[in-house]
């Protein structure tokens, strides 16, 4: 599903040249779930807009289901992003104008969608009463708690129906109870639906409860497994 | 969800941020179409003014000084005869004024008016009046008029034997009538949107005033004819007296003579009938002030020039110095052939001066004074001698001493009336007596060869109206074209708000771009869900889009109201009181052209700071927020700067070459963009991490320094607006006129001169004439004035800034231009190449040219040349021939005129009439003078101006324009204000948490503000620094002489209150946004 091999990222300042990432190798079958800690600052929300086609690697190669999306052009990064990739982000950047039933679809508004737009609907009303949102669905981003934000925020890493999930530290700013919540669902919609998780975490007892945790040191990833 | 309803859920979500950019968008619209709907109205106005000065005439047929029949008219269908004459018109209290157009009519006159208005009811003493006159002296009908009106001589008062000069007219009626400007009530010649005072009355009336029964001297035509067509259909039906000539049998010599009621035939005329009539002689019949010979002297007689071979009695082989006297004469004088005679005759000399001038002869024969050497009809109908009774009663026109004449003269004038005493060769007398008008009184021709009927068909065969000086013009062109082109207010107004909407579309941008960085997590949110950015990129167009067209949609509205405040403006300018001028009007072209430029304008910039923020990768965006995604435009920056520079230096360097306001606009457009080009480099510089940012010392300088150029976009609008704003304010408050003190100066716009006089009725003979010492006619209160210089007031328009229209032949203005090289009046201050700068100069160059110096001003915002450039004119004749502009005068009285050289004038208009123009010195208590002056010449219908007064009120225009500019910079300076005051406030806003960072560090509030001061005061600073700079740079070549310490202490008090204001903005905002810290930074 995911091979990455000998990736790198190096950033140009006025001052000098930062190499964040370092010859990197990741590969994932799908319907894994891996974690990746790591301190601030060592790359790992680098490697994860990596893996979303949100940057481009200074080398090596990201193949996902076949395709190397390093070497993609915009317009095919987003319509990858739009199609297989679903993103969950710390701040669940909910768009505060729309309702969160108009922020699950917002991925529609790509317009290259063939599904009618009823079916996409259905889904997300669907998905949105799986993550325990289906009374909230007219209400706008500021009338939820952060709970509900993310949970939002998951229905619509999930509504185009992604092979892969990338979530950059999704329970941050929750509280350990809330924390829980959002990783049963995360895996439980690993387990019913066969979706590839990646998390970026900083809690420990979350990047354990993924089946490949990794840690992010000197810019590449090293197995937090140890074979016995 | 669709994209419109994302579109419309942005909008609604964000229409607090989105407010500014509507209202901003709103005022760059209203600027800008307001200018738009100003330049509309003024044509809109003019034209309907050219309508109402014209109305349906479509081509006239001119003769000013030049009369023909007003039953001309009558073989002319569609056309309407007018005499038209100039007075002064006089209520029975007293008031009076000048320059009023008298107009004698025909009812047919009515039936040329744009409306459809029933004719007033006219009779010899039944006028009607126009508006204006009824304005200026305060009339109604039924009140009681009088007119004074200097009656027109038969040939121009200057020619000699025109007969006497002033001969003043009195006419008493009563106001029937008040004519409305759409009734013919606004008719007027001259291209100008003022009305001119105008009386209406019977043509017969007028005409028999003046003793010129059936004449006038102007023929409209309201037919769809073309010039040339209009001149055909008039030589066709004219007559002999149409040109101003008549055939005379001359029975006692077989012959018919070709004669004409100028006393001189027109050299062109006469060379036409000559050539078309080869057995015609020319005779030319002169008087002599004496004929002398032996000690004995016979004063004032006839003396005839003539073709000795075609004169019947006179020696064949009289030679060019001899001369044949009849009997009567030689016995006066005691004189046999052999004897010497002297003739002495007045000639004129320069500056139209009567000189008396003799020669010699040698007497070759005597001749009986019998038979055709009796014939009175030697004698042309000399005005003032013809009619008289005795010799003592001539009223010629000359300085003649009538107590010389002798009981024998009478005595021969009772018998034999003007019978030549002596002839001379022809060739000697037209060398003697020529002058401008003519060389000949009359031509004959043998009456068996030539019956009167053919002779009068060949005649007329040969002439045309031009020859007589008819002039037929296209009037509804000309009318047309002066409206269609006038003044390019719309232009002048746009390049006055260009840096206010250039700063409007800034700020509006600026603001807009707010709200996409605002916008940043949303748009790299997008982007991460698979969003194209191009999409993105339109759907925030789109939102810009919504709220732009709706912002100028409001602007266009405003602009309504802010059209009507300029026009208030202009109205100050160019209306001299009554009804408002200016009639709004905003054409759909203008409505839509520039709603649809400014929504252009604004959506091309918008897009390009939207584009940059989009072209990041969506990492970055997500992760910036609302801070601002800068590129290093340092190295960019750092040649715009020098080049900028390079680019204005060279603009100021070339002001001579290119238009000296287009100079000042690209210098000082280039200085603002080098000024912020630095500011741009200066900010990078401290932003970018080097030694000096290594350094331990980090003061609340080096901060606020910091903080300027962490959001430099918005850092370097704020910056440019206030600093173009500044600029305008100070650079056109630089070009405020003063001044008026220094008007004893022969250097300074008045010459020297104190008085502009202008006459209604002219004054003829140059002032420098023994005779006509006193021009005019001040008597007594002569020594009240210094010396006078009379101007001749010739073909054109007034091209000053009073005069709206499209000029492009300027008035001319002739005069003695050695006195002005004597007194070395005013400044010339440029030349074409090769001509000197001296008034000589203008009595120089080719004889078919005439040349002009012209108030520098006139030049180049109404003309548009330079010199060395030629404008062509018709001549008394019809003929084209150029006008060479030799030179320019720094800001003078002649504004608006072409000041040429009177003899080289005169050589192209022969017929010109008197003077009408008049600068006198003055060196006694100038208001009491003007006073006395009014006072004593109430009856030539003068007005009297002080050259300091007519100063003062053109320079009352420009500053009228410079008020506006200045206003337009002070919204620029008010926008960038406010522009500072919203950064400012959008950056505290902004920066909260940092605050209270800061205040958890433990940084005191005096300090935390101290830092936020600096950079208020940073960006105030630069932008000060910039506008100033830039626009002292750039007005150095135009800073004007006089009035340098007023100009700079306006410079300073403009700083200062633009200081001011900024800093006022920035503490509404400072004060207003800037909260103590919340005790924990993630509140």
Known sequence: ?228 | MTSLSFILGGLRHYRTAYLGVLLGSALGAMVLLGALFAGDSVKSTLRQIAEQRTGKTTIILAGGENFFRASLSDSLPDSSPILQLRGQVDRPDGRSTGQVNLFGITPTFWSFAPSETPAPSLDERTWAINRELARTLDLNPGDTITIRLGKPGLASRDAPLSGEPEELITLRGTIGEIRPDDAMGRFNLQASQLPAPAIFLPIERLAEAIERTDRANLLLFKSDLTADQATAKIRQSAQLPDYGLSLLEIPLSNAVEIRTDRIFIPTLVEEKLRKQLPQATPVITYLANTIAANDRETPYSMVTGADPSRVSFLPPDLSNNQITLNSWQAEDLAAKPGDTVTLKYFTLATGNQLVEKSSTFTVKSIVPLEGPAADKLWMPEFPGIAEADNSADWTPGLPLDLTRIREKDETYWDDHRGTPKAFIHYDTAQSMWSNRWGNTTSLRLPVANHPLPDLEKQILSTLTPADAGLLVRDLAAESRLAASSPVDIAGLFLSMSFFLILSAVALTAMLFRFNVEQRNHESGLLAALGIPAKKILRWRLAEGLAVITLGSLLGTILAFAYTRALLTFLESIWNRGGDALFRFHAAPTSIIGGLLGFIILMMLTIRWVTRSQAKRAPSLRLESGIEEITRNRKSRARWIAPTAAIAGFTALAASQAIAPQSAFFVAGFSFLIAGLALFRVAGASCSSPSQERLAPSLTPSLLARLNIARRPTRSLVVVGSLAAGLFLVVSVTAFQKHGGDDWKSPKSPTGGFAFWIETTTPIHRGSNSESTADLLQLGEQRSQLGQILPFRIGTGDDASCFNLNSVTRPRLLATDTSVLEQRASFTIKSTAPGIAPSWKSLREGKPETLRAFIDETTLLWVLKKKPGDLIDYTDEQGNTFPVEIAGTLTASVFQGSFVVDEQRYLNRFPSAGGHQLFLADASTDLTKTREILQRSLTDLGATITTTTDRIAAFNSVENTYISIFNILGGLGVILGSAGLGIVTARNLTERRNEFSQLHQLGIPRPIVRSVITREIRGLILWAVGIGIVAAIVSIIPSLPKTGLLTTLGWIATLALLFLLTATTCAWIALRTTFRPPHPSPNS
């Open chain 1, 1 to 228: 599903m995911i091979s990455v091999q000998n990736l790198s990222k190096s950033y140009q300042t006025p001052g000098e040249t930062i190499q964040v990432l370092t010859d990197l190798n990741l590969s994932l079958d799908p319907g894994d779930t891996a974690s990746i800690v790591g301190p601030s600052g060592c790359g790992k929300s680098t490697l994860l807009n990596l893996l979303g086609a949100l940057d481009r690697p200074s080398s090596g190669s990201i193949i996902i289901d076949g395709q190397d999306i390093a070497s993609f052009t915009d317009p095919q990064a987003s319509a990858f992003r739009n199609h297989s990739l679903g993103f969950i982000f710390q701040q669940h950047h909910l768009l505060p104008q729309l309702t969160v039933l108009e922020n699950v679809l917002i991925p529609r508004l790509a317009g290259d969608w063939s599904e009618p737009a009823s079916t996409t609907e259905q889904r997300a009303r669907q998905l949105l009463e799986t993550v325990g949102l289906s009374h909230r669905l007219n209400h706008l981003p500021w009338q939820l708690s952060g709970g509900e934000k993310l949970r939002t925020a998951v229905a619509r890493a999930l509504i185009n129906q992604p092979k892969l999930i990338l979530a950059d530290e999704p329970t941050g700013s929750l509280d350990p109870t809330s924390t829980e919540t959002i990783a049963d669902l995360l895996l439980t919609l690993n387990q019913t639906q066969n979706v590839t998780l990646i998390v970026v975490t900083h809690n420990p007892d979350l990047a354990r409860r993924m089946a490949k945790p990794f840690e992010l040191k000197s810019g590449k990833l090293q197995s937090l497994i140890t074979d016995h």
